[in-house]
């Protein structure tokens, strides 16, 4: 159930700008405080292993999606504890890892690089190097995209990468033009069948403009290889255009303030 209303909200959360989603964030935190407060941030050894992902859904959405200062400052805490040894539950840690490469800086930026190069094990180095494209400074985001073309990636991971950094909410956008910039770079160097994955993330490109550019780049650059899960993927970007053009108004409504 949390599950499909965390859905919901990371939706509304990309349909709503300024003042609106700040008090859509306060909303979240209203919600969102209760449930972290019962489950709390310890996991007790006799925990069911759906209560701990629980908690970890819910500590970081708290900490992104409602923007609450204490759960990022916990998480940050969490992550650099999980990152020295410390025995730090599995679902907390994944979920830390993610929270501070949203807002994340520099020499996050740098440390999650170490790890992706000097993680423990392979599924660590693999969460710190898909956080990566969790990053929102512009300069750091660019130059993670640049990464995926160069050795630093290995061929095999990029394309699913990069189609993790078009659903960054701030830096998606960025993300695709760098895909439709690259694109003969990117057929040259991944596996056909892992093309598609391209333009998987650009769902979460919501603005009719941005369904224009991508439409038009498809119709010039076509997957033979995976027609149908294309026409799929622009279908699903299609429906999620018209829902935020349904919702969009009512939502800025609903969080404007007014009475």
């Not at 760098?178 to 093309?195: P, Q, V």
Request: aromatic residues 8%; hydrophobic residues 40%; contains cysteine.
């Amino acid at each position: 159930m949390w599950q499909l209303i965390l859905t919901g909200l990371s939706w509304c959360d990309r349909f709503l700008e300024d003042e609106a989603r700040d008090r859509f964030r306060d909303h979240v935190r209203d919600l969102l405080r209760p449930a972290m407060n019962r489950l709390g941030w310890d996991a007790s050894p006799d925990e069911p292993d759906l209560v701990r992902a629980l908690r970890g859904t819910l500590a970081q959405a708290l900490a992104v999606l409602g923007d609450d200062p204490e759960a990022r400052a916990q998480m940050r805490e969490l992550e650099g504890d999980a990152r020295g040894g410390a025995d730090v539950d599995a679902h907390l840690a994944s979920a830390a890892v993610q929270v501070v490469a949203t807002n994340g800086d520099a020499g996050d930026f740098t440390r999650y690089w170490q790890m992706v190069h000097d993680g423990v094990t392979p599924q660590e180095q693999l969460r710190y190097l898909y956080a990566l494209a969790r990053f929102r400074d512009p300069d750091l985001f660019e130059s993670f995209l640049v990464s995926t073309l160069t050795d630093d990636v290995r061929a095999q991971d990029a394309p699913f990468l990069l189609a993790t950094a078009t659903t960054n909410r701030d830096m998606g956008d960025r993300a695709w033009r760098f895909i439709a910039d690259h694109w003969d770079e990117e057929l040259a160097r991944f596996a056909s069948s892992n093309i598609i994955s391209l333009a998987s993330g650009a769902r979460f490109l919501t603005l009719p403009e941005q369904q224009q550019r991508v439409e038009e780049f498809f119709r010039s650059h076509p997957i033979p290889q995976a027609a149908l899960m294309l026409d799929q993927t622009l279908e699903r970007q299609r429906i999620y255009v018209a829902l935020r053009e349904r919702a969009a108004k009512d939502l800025a409504q609903t969080f404007s303030g007014s009475s």
